[in-house]
């Protein structure tokens, strides 16, 4: 199993910026692939940004240009840097991981941006 724990949410002013970080533990070996997804209130889980094991990356297009994935493979660590917050950014943040035809997700951890 992998376990997953976010961490760096918190509530931020519009325009400002926020770094989350995601630490995998467990059975860590061969994850494929990590990745952040968001959920605002009555909204559908969405994509914001993946990388995988070669260090390619993926953004959702809402978020291209003001946001960067980063992983530090030595501590199992995936960031999101966030730049450039709207208000829309609001939502549950959770970090994916994929390791051998299985998902696994970590509790997640609020952003809040004012407007």
């Known amino acids: 199993q992998v376990q997953l724990v976010e961490s760096g949410g918190g509530l931020v002013q519009a325009g400002g910026s926020l770094r989350l970080s995601c630490a995998a533990s467990g059975i860590i070996a061969s994850i494929n692939a990590m990745g952040w997804y968001r959920q605002a209130p009555g909204k559908q889980r969405e994509l914001v940004a993946t990388i995988i094991s070669g260090d390619s990356t993926n953004y959702a297009d809402s978020v291209k240009g003001r946001f960067t994935i980063s992983r530090d493979s030595g501590k199992n660590t995936v960031y999101l840097q966030m730049n450039a917050l709207k208000h829309e950014d609001t939502a549950v943040y959770y970090c994916?991981?994929?390791?051998?035809?299985?998902?696994?997700w970590g509790q997640g951890t609020q952003v809040t941006v004012s407007s």
């Open positions: 994916n991981a994929w390791r051998k035809g299985n998902t696994y």
